[in-house]
């Protein structure tokens, strides 16, 4: 559900990105409550591009506090908290253990 011109909000009340799709709000929501570590890879969602100075990205999904929580990158299980999950530019995300493939945007205009 979006909220305003730039918040959708998923069932557990948690905010991401509008241009973030909703398989993939519920994805990560799903990973969040499990706690799956996880290895995420961003970029420009409309050509591929990987933005290497931000890759790879480890750990879990956490939440923040207040009245708008979002999405947050928390590296290590003694971590307090950590930064805004980039929900909007995600290209690709893979167990962290195991290296199995969980999600990975579709280009259907770029040879793979």
């Not at 948690?14 to 499990?34: I, N, Q």
């Not at 591009?49 to 009245?67: A, D, F, H, N």
């Amino acid at each position: 559900m979006i909220v305003d011109n730039d918040t959708q909000v998923a069932p557990s009340g948690m905010c991401y990105h509008k241009d973030c799709p909703p398989a993939l709000v519920t994805l990560l929501e799903y990973h969040r409550v499990k706690g799956t570590r996880l290895l995420f890879t961003f970029g420009n969602v409309e050509t591929g591009e990987v933005w290497e100075s931000l890759t790879p990205e480890r750990g879990r999904i956490g939440r923040s506090t207040g009245p708008r929580p979002i999405p947050l990158l928390v590296r290590t299980s003694r971590s307090f908290g950590g930064e805004a999950l980039m929900s909007h530019c995600i290209l690709r995300i893979v167990e962290s253990r195991g290296g199995k493939l969980v999600y990975s945007k579709p280009f259907p205009n770029l040879a793979t």
